[in-house]
């Protein structure tokens, strides 16, 4: 199974790692950090909406918090699609 990563565990950023899921399974999602009993809604929230943009639809997605914006969470998850899927740098 392939995986790709992005993003630093330091404070205010996120860690987003991706996996490659059976076709049919959906959005596996794990949140956990600083942030997520507060946040975890939105959040989530901003994963699956960055996932349907990219339409993605089967996808095993981690992330560790340490005090994200939204705009870096989505950032991130952005950049490890684009690596898991063969892409350099996103």
């Not at 992005?6 to 999602?29: F, H, K, Y």
């Not at 996932?51 to 996808?59: A, F, Q, S, T, Y």
Request: charged share 25%.
């Amino acid at each position: 199974m392939k995986t790709a990563q992005a993003g630093t565990v330091e404070s205010m950023d996120c860690l987003v790692t991706v996996s490659e899921a059976e076709p049919g399974t959906g959005i596996a999602l794990t949140l956990a950090g600083s942030s997520v009993a507060r946040f975890s809604r939105a959040m989530e929230k901003a994963v699956r909406a960055t996932l349907g943009e990219l339409k993605i639809n089967d996808m095993t997605v981690l992330v560790q918090d340490n005090g994200a914006l939204d705009i870096v969470l989505k950032a991130r998850v952005e950049a490890a699609v684009s690596r898991l899927n063969g892409g350099e740098e996103a």
